[in-house]
């Protein structure tokens, strides 16, 4: 079976943990082996949260760099800062909603620029997916829901071996029944703002 | 029902490494459990606890793992099998028990997990556990990929009650915080009441027992050696000219590394599982079959120099490599290209291309450190005691301890000058203040004061030493994930039967004369409050008492109004560089108050020389 890797980096809060989680399940239903590992020492004091997720027949749980099929990247400077694990095959799907680290906040660092963020990715890497999922996640009804705006859109890629109904299950059994149609409506905006990138 | 409880055998979960771990010991029938949380530990005992809470499983956070490993040593040698969690750091601290609970041995299985952490995630240090096996003596076992970890928990305890000695279950920080699909077991039933058969010629370890006592544990590590031989745990997969050893989460590197480089055909791999004693045998025989062999372990070169020992031995001369500047390094933890990178460029195989895209010149981003949450009361303290001692123009040394609070080391607080380990702010201090003439404040927080910092308290009052000591309390384990520990009202947990211990009684009872109780979030109060106890001479305490916000905020404790910039600033920005608290933010080159982010300390509205921060009429939800 193909190996595909898939790298997931964002800020403590963001949910990409969960996001993980529901990517398993659905594996785990689609009768798809994948490993997966998470980073979070300090997530809950706002440092970076980084899960990988490899799929297929490979027994590693982390990924090196230049191995990344996906990065997902719930943050811009964070999907740039983990741009290393790319290559020129990649594809990258990022959030355009920035989380400026405290540093920035209180004018110690400058925060990269978004447009020339895109144009570098871009150089590099295969594809880009890049939007406001915050945005999107507004949208749907709860900014919290950005993970699932993300899901989305990395279902739409159609480079992992998992369909959109397979995720969506695993959307149902990992949510509360509160948040459910919320979610739902956020990956299918997410699904759909992908989609208009596959036109280009 | 808790999801490690359920009993349909052959189903398939997705489980986290720790959460593995704690099946594997439900399965094997653990009714008794105790630990220090330690990441990257702490969701195996995390698990286990909600798991007491509705079974007979028997659970403690105990103070210290020292402690945690002489309360379980007592419990399995009343028969019960027991199990005893921390992270690596955690095993010096049990030591002392762990070395002579080698001699004594048990009754009913113990397993000790050490959570080793290459890379230091999340540790003061990397220290690489294999060798506390050869030390005490004690076999030790290390699972190579989540799913293993469960079943090789079973084998821990079944082991352990074999050999009659406590097994040493070593884990690495990719196999604590790694998941994967898991299938379930039977669950053994919990035998949870033992008893223990008085026999002091065996337990009492005076000299004349112990040396009996020392011949036991010889005899024993030589069944323990046998058992290691014949183990499915050191197993050879693959043929070939060529060989590698490994162990842990290598093993997966290595089996990607070599279907990477198509070269299954030239590579086998000798994993060991049970790696103490080693199979020395197995061994032998195996590096006879080999041209060339590379050993790959993160960490020290524990199998390496034994192996090559081996291998001199048996009269072998072929080439064993490991750590080196060309291979592996001792640093760090590996990963799988590294791996592969080695392999190929031992044994002379065509590689991979490095394939990373180029990011020399990318922008610099901006670094992301962890900082204390919004309206942490260690921020709080912190600028106190730095505010009281720059007006009393003190020379200071601060001397911090292990827990969130270790964060005030960063600027602008620059709160931390000194950090060993758990419970050293309050001894070193002691040293510092000898040593030197300057003035000594140390920082401890609630949990690490009773975990080890009483004691130094104690040396500081009996050799009258001039110091400070300010112990944060918020009234939980914040920095493991919110455990409680002995100073925390159980109510909190919907618990009952427990004792609760007050800090200030044992500060007093240590013989300390200078006592202050501060609430951080009254700034000028408490500033004058901490001059008084600075300028004492000898032993003065600071109990700083406020509780933890993130985990008010998951009690629902939190008070519910935040606040806001006026217009009243005059952008001095006082309130930025001095407390950093991450609810501000720049916009327009006006500070403002993330509303969402601040939990209403009111810390910046207090010191805003314009009181131009004030509460937001009441937070909208
Ligand atoms: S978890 Fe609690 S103690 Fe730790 S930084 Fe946050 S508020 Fe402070």
Redesign the interface.
């Known amino acids: 079976m193909k190996i595909t890797r898939l790298i997931i980096v964002a800020v403590g809060g963001q949910g990409n943990l969960l996001a993980s989680k529901m990517l398993g399940e659905a594996a785990l239903s689609a009768g798809i082996p994948v490993h997966m590992s998470e980073i979070h020492g300090m997530a809950q004091r706002g440092g970076v949260v980084e899960s990988s997720l490899v799929f297929g027949d490979a027994e590693s749980t982390i990924i090196s760099n230049g191995e990344a099929d996906i990065l997902l990247g719930f943050e811009p400077s964070e999907t740039l800062r983990a741009l290393n694990r790319c290559n020129k095959n990649s594809t990258v799907i990022t959030s355009l909603a920035p989380i400026p680290p405290f540093t920035v906040a209180i004018g110690k660092g400058v925060y990269p620029d978004l447009e020339q963020l895109q144009k570098l990715i871009r150089s590099r890497t295969c594809e880009l997916i890049a939007f406001n999922a915050l945005d999107l996640a507004k949208q749907a009804g709860n900014i919290m829901s950005t993970n699932m705006v993300l899901l989305g859109a990395l279902i739409q890629t159609n480079i992992l071996p998992i369909s959109a109904d397979q995720i969506k299950t695993a959307i149902k059994t990992k949510t509360k029944k509160i948040f459910l149609d919320v979610n739902l409506k956020a990956f299918d905006l997410g699904f759909e703002a992908a989609l208009k990138f596959s036109g280009e | 029902m808790h999801k490690l409880l359920q009993e349909q055998k052959g189903a398939?979960?997705?489980l986290l490494g720790n959460e593995s771990i704690a099946r594997g010991a439900i399965e094997a029938g653990v009714a008794f459990a105790t630990t220090y949380p330690g990441?990257p530990s702490s969701e195996i005992s995390l698990n286990l606890f909600q798991i007491s809470q509705e079974s007979d499983l028997y659970f403690e956070y105990s103070t210290n793992e020292k402690v945690s490993l002489e309360v379980a040593a007592a419990a399995a040698n009343s028969g019960l099998r027991t199990l005893c969690m921390m992270k690596h750091v955690g095993l010096n601290v049990a030591a002392d028990p762990l070395m002579t609970l080698a001699y004594v041995g048990v009754k009913g299985g113990l397993v000790i997990i050490s959570a080793d952490d290459p890379f230091m995630?999340?540790s003061q240090n990397e220290q690489d556990n294999r060798y506390y096996a050869k030390l005490s003596g004690l076999p030790m076992l290390e699972p190579s990929?989540?799913a293993e970890a469960k079943e090789m928990m079973i084998q821990a305890f079944d082991l352990s009650e074999k050999l009659q000695e406590p097994v040493i279950f070593r884990t690495t920080t990719?196999i604590n915080?790694?998941?994967?699909?898991v299938d379930l077991g039977n669950i053994k039933p919990r035998i949870v009441k033992g008893r223990f058969e008085r026999d002091p010629f065996n337990y009492v370890t005076v000299p004349a027992v112990s040396r009996n006592l020392h011949v036991k544990l010889l005899k024993n590590i030589k069944k323990a050696a046998l058992e290691s031989e014949a183990s499915a745990l050191n197993f050879i997969n693959g043929d070939g000219p060529f060989g590698v050893i490994c162990n842990g989460?290598s093993?997966?590197?290595v089996?990607?590394a070599i279907?990477d480089l198509k070269v299954a055909d030239k590579l086998k791999v000798l994993r060991i599982g049970f790696s103490n004693p080693l199979p020395e045998n197995l061994i032998k025989k195996f590096l006879a079959d080999c041209r060339k062999v590379l050993i790959v372990e993160e960490g020290e070169p524990f199998l390496e120099e034994a192996v090559k020992a081996m291998a001199q031995e048996a009269g072998l001369t072929l080439e064993i490599k490991g750590k080196s500047d060309k291979l592996f390094s001792r640093l760090y933890e590996f990963?799988?290209?590294?791996v592969r990178t080695s392999i190929a460029n031992y044994f002379d195989l065509p590689d991979k291309p490095?394939?990373?895209?180029?990011?020399d010149d990318?922008?610099?981003?901006?670094?992301?450190?962890?900082?204390?949450?919004a309206g942490c009361s260690h921020r709080a303290t912190f600028y106190e005691v730095k505010t009281a001692a720059n007006e009393m123009s003190l020379d200071t040394i601060y001397p911090t301890d292990i827990g969130?609070y270790t964060?005030g080391f960063l600027p602008p607080l620059s709160m931390g000058d000194f950090v060993i380990c758990m419970g050293s702010s309050v001894s070193s201090a002691c040293g510092f203040a000898k040593a030197t003439d300057q003035k000594v404040v140390a920082f401890i927080g609630d949990s690490t004061f009773f975990h080890s910092g009483i004691t130094g308290l104690i040396n500081a009052v009996f050799n009258n030493h001039n110091i400070t000591l300010v112990i944060l309390d918020n009234s939980i384990t914040a920095m493991t994930g919110h455990q409680p520990n002995p100073g925390v009202d159980m109510n909190n947990f919907n618990l009952s039967g427990y004792g609760q211990v007050k800090i200030q009684e044992i500060v007093k009872a240590a013989g300390v004369k200078h006592i202050t109780m501060i609430k951080p979030f009254k700034v000028k109060k408490s500033i004058s409050e901490i001059k008084k106890a600075l300028e004492y001479k000898g032993v003065s305490v600071i109990i700083s008492q406020e509780i933890c916000s993130?985990y008010a905020k998951s009690i629902k404790q939190l008070s519910d109004r935040s606040f806001y910039i006026t217009d009243k600033c005059k952008n001095h920005r006082d309130c930025?560089?001095e407390i950093?608290c991450?609810a501000?933010?720049?916009d327009a080159d006006q500070v403002k108050i993330d509303a969402v982010a601040c939990v209403g300390c009111a810390v910046c509205a207090q010191i805003c020389p314009e009181n131009a921060i004030l509460p937001l009429p009441k937070k909208q939800s």
């Open positions: 398939k979960i997705m990441t995630f999340s990929c989540v990719r915080h790694s998941s994967a699909f989460v093993l997966s590197y089996s990607d279907k990963d799988p290209a590294m490095g394939i990373a895209v180029s990011t990318l922008p610099e981003i901006p670094a992301r450190p962890p900082n204390l949450c969130c964060l993130l930025i560089n950093a991450p501000f933010f720049l």
